[in-house]
């Protein structure tokens, strides 16, 4: 398959713990990343493989997956946790790289 | 601290190629195993891949746009580039530069550039 499916758009009271899903066949094979867009600015890595946080991410970004679905977890968002939210990985073949359509996580 | 930087034209007309260049700093682009990636994002929309060239040498395209993209590496300026042929006003985007790893199982894009807006029109 070459598609991953987001949610558009998925809203969290501040405080509050908020899931972010991806879909896709390949997701049965290979684990997502996971990027942070704010408006006007570049993505920023914030997860990826099985739980893995870059450093400077806050440990209230987690992940999961489950058969072709991955999932972001924000435990306690914050204010500043608004943005844009893409996965990524490779296809089912393992060769080209897809990106999920994105979910506007608005915070509370 | 690696930084990626894109330059190039910001307007195009219809049918004209698009070349954008990516330069690096704070790391030699030989230094490990790295993809060295394109990705763009039409205004209000998502992330699009482009393609990506590996330092082993080959090169992979979305397929969507594979009859139309060259990425080229030149390690000595340490920077590399996406060539884009007959651009049309689909192709109006901001487009980013970044590198990625891959690890089994998984891969990821670790530093981007901060992106410059691309605009095709006559």
């Known amino acids: 398959s070459s598609e991953l499916t987001q949610d558009p758009a998925v809203s969290v009271a501040l405080g509050q713990s908020v899931s972010i899903t991806c879909q896709g066949d390949?997701?049965?094979?290979?684990?997502a990343s996971w990027y942070q867009q704010k408006p006007r600015q570049a993505p920023v890595l914030v997860l990826y493989?099985?739980?893995n946080r870059p450093s400077g991410i806050g440990d209230r970004f987690s992940g999961s997956s489950s058969g072709n679905t991955a999932s972001l977890t924000i435990t306690g968002a914050q204010a500043e946790d608004e943005a844009d939210y893409y996965c990524?990985?490779?296809?089912?073949?393992?060769?080209?790289?897809?990106f999920g359509g994105g979910t506007k996580l608005t915070v509370l | 601290q690696v930084q990626l930087q894109e330059s190039g034209p910001g307007l195009l007309k219809p049918s004209q190629t698009l070349s954008l260049t990516c330069t690096v700093s704070?790391?030699?682009?030989?230094?490990?195993?790295?993809?060295w990636n394109w990705i763009r994002q039409s205004p209000g929309k998502g992330l699009e891949w482009i393609g990506y060239?590996?330092?082993?040498?080959?090169?992979l395209y979305n397929p969507s746009l594979n009859s139309r993209v060259t990425i080229s590496v030149d390690t000595s300026k340490n920077q590399f580039s996406l060539r884009l042929t007959s651009v049309t006003a689909a192709d109006t985007a901001v487009y980013f530069c970044?590198?990625?790893?891959?690890?089994?199982?998984?891969?990821?894009?670790?530093?981007w550039g901060l992106g410059t807006l691309v605009t095709v029109s006559s």
């Open positions: 970044a590198r990625g790893e891959t690890y089994t199982g998984y891969y990821l894009f670790d530093y």
């Open positions: 704070g790391d030699s682009m030989n230094s490990g195993d790295y993809y």
């Open positions: 060239k590996y330092n082993s040498g080959g090169t």
């Open positions: 390949s997701l049965r094979t290979y684990f």
């Open positions: 493989g099985k739980n």
């Open positions: 990524n990985c490779r296809d089912s073949n393992g060769n080209h790289l897809l």
